[in-house]
């Protein structure tokens, strides 16, 4: 009988679990297990490489369906990611995708439509890479420079908002949603969404002082 997984992972404390699968169940998914990681890196750790990563891999099978908020929950390192959702599908496991609800799966044998799978994994793996590396260099150059201009308010007032709350707001401003889906999705009000999305690299200092 086959299975509907959620996979989560959370690499700070703001982030959680049970938000994303509530964002998976509001989107029409019916899971029937989470597997999750917390506090692991997305960077520097291969999803093989983490505990409940290697769990996942071991129970899924043939007929399951896979699904992730996004690619970037697979892991933001580019090889990683394609590597791994090639793998599930050449095992007959369906990803899908809680935003944009995209769905891959090996089923197809049509050349032009594997082609076209194809370059869409690699696009949306190297984009959460791309992000990824966008965000810590935006926190390095912006905390790098509070250290320097104003040590005394370095960490400043604590975020009315976390790393989740970030990245999905990024993710769907990339798929050109409006401030107000945008502020339905993430909890947040829109007059926060458009202040954020005014000065996104303003948002990751703020949120590296606090640890997010």
Known sequence: MSRTVLYARV???????????????????????????????????????????????????????????????????????????????????????????????????????QAVRDALIGFMAATAQAQAEATKEAQKAGIAHHRATDPSKYRGRKPSYTREQLDLMRDMMGQGAGASAIAKATGLTRPTVQRIRDDLAGAEVVLARWGG
Not at 51 to 60: C, I, S, T, Y
Not at 66 to 88: A, C, H, M, P, S
């Open 11 to 113: 690499s700070t404390t703001d982030q959680t679990i049970a938000h994303q699968k509530a964002q998976a169940e509001a989107s029409g998914f019916t899971i029937d297990e989470v597997i999750a990681d917390e506090g692991v890196s997305g960077i520097s750790t291969a999803l093989r490489d983490r505990p409940e990563g290697k769990r996942l891999f071991d129970k899924l099978r043939h007929g399951d369906t896979l699904v992730v908020r996004w690619v970037d929950r697979l892991g933001r390192n580019y090889q990683d990611v394609t590597d791994t959702i090639r793998e599930f599908m050449r095992r007959g496991i369906v990803v899908r995708t809680v935003i944009n609800g995209l769905t891959f799966d090996g089923a197809t044998t049509d050349p032009m439509q």
